[in-house]
Nanobody, 125 residues
Framework: QVQLVESGGGSVQAGGSLRLSCVVSGYTISSFLMGWFRQVPEKGREAVATIDSDGSIRYSGSVKGRFTISRDNAKNTLYLQMNSLEPEDTGMYYC???????????????????WGQGTQVTVSS
């Protein structure tokens, strides 16, 4: 059974840090395109960072230099280290997996097949 379970969200002040984790069961995360998305009310899901099966990494422009995506293949876990957090980073964060999809569309939420339940991140000024 495929399952993605996020954790690590919380409330922090601007400038703080959080580390999100996504434990995946049902398949090996190193085989697929994995990503972190975030969503705020009344907006669609925005790609934050992705990592391909070959280890290639992409970030949205708004988080580049502040966030780091990584994976631990032995633990089958995806991470998102978030530093220098800003109020604009507030939202529900989801991990997702795209199986057998064209990585050129890495930022398109609708190519991702599996999603976690999300973890809330709130950054106060």
């Amino acid at each position: 059974q495929v399952q993605l379970v996020e954790s690590g969200g919380g409330s922090v002040q601007a400038g703080g840090s959080l580390r999100l984790s996504c434990v995946v069961s049902g398949y090996t995360i190193s085989s697929f395109l994995m990503g972190w998305f975030r969503q705020v009310p009344e907006k669609g899901r925005e790609a934050v960072a992705t990592i391909d099966s070959d280890g290639s990494i992409r970030y949205s422009g708004s988080v580049k230099g502040r966030f780091t995506i990584s994976r631990d293949n032995a633990k089958n876990t995806l991470y998102l280290q978030m530093n220098s957090l800003e109020p604009e980073d507030t939202g529900m964060y989801y991990c997702a997996a795209a199986r057998g999809k064209n990585v050129a569309y890495w930022s398109w939420a609708n190519i991702y097949d599996d999603w976690g339940q999300g973890t809330q991140v709130t950054v106060s000024s």
